[in-house]
Nanobody, 121 residues
Framework: VQLVEAGGGSVQAGGSLRLSCAVS????????MGWFRQAPGKEREAVAI???????TYADSVKGRFTISKDNAKNTLVLQMSMLKPEDTAMYYC????????????????WGQGTQVTVSS
């Protein structure tokens, strides 16, 4: 399984960014995929997760601002981020697993290399 993120960058507070994750080598019917982030000096946290049934879960801090989606035709996971805040600054990782519980417990087995998001005030 390979996950390759793109779309990070620098933006001012209140702006928007779209992260994408190209997924390959994944042919299973059951899966969970998500976006996780880690800021310097902080623990990694789950930002948004989607499973094969289409159920989405968001961290409280991003609800109403971020949207996770999966384009099955293109095998791409997307995180649309709007109303960005300086506290959203972090390295963002795309991740996946066959077992839902691993995503929801912040321990998926497959990870991308990460993409930096920086929000200035």
């Amino acid at each position: 399984v390979q996950l390759v993120e793109a779309g990070g960058g620098s933006v001012q507070a209140g702006g928007s960014l779209r992260l994408s994750c190209a997924v390959s080598g994944y042919t299973y019917n059951n899966y969970c995929m998500g976006w996780f982030r880690q800021a310097p000096g902080k623990e990694r946290e789950a930002v948004a997760i989607i499973n094969n049934e289409g159920t989405t879960t968001y961290a409280d801090s991003v609800k109403g601002r971020f949207t996770i989606s999966k384009d099955n035709a293109k095998n791409t996971l997307v995180l649309q981020m709007s109303m960005l805040k300086p506290e959203d600054t972090a390295m963002y990782y795309c991740a996946a697993d066959l077992v839902w519980a691993r995503c929801y417990s912040n321990k998926p087995n497959y990870w991308g290399q990460g993409t930096q998001v920086t929000v200035s005030s």
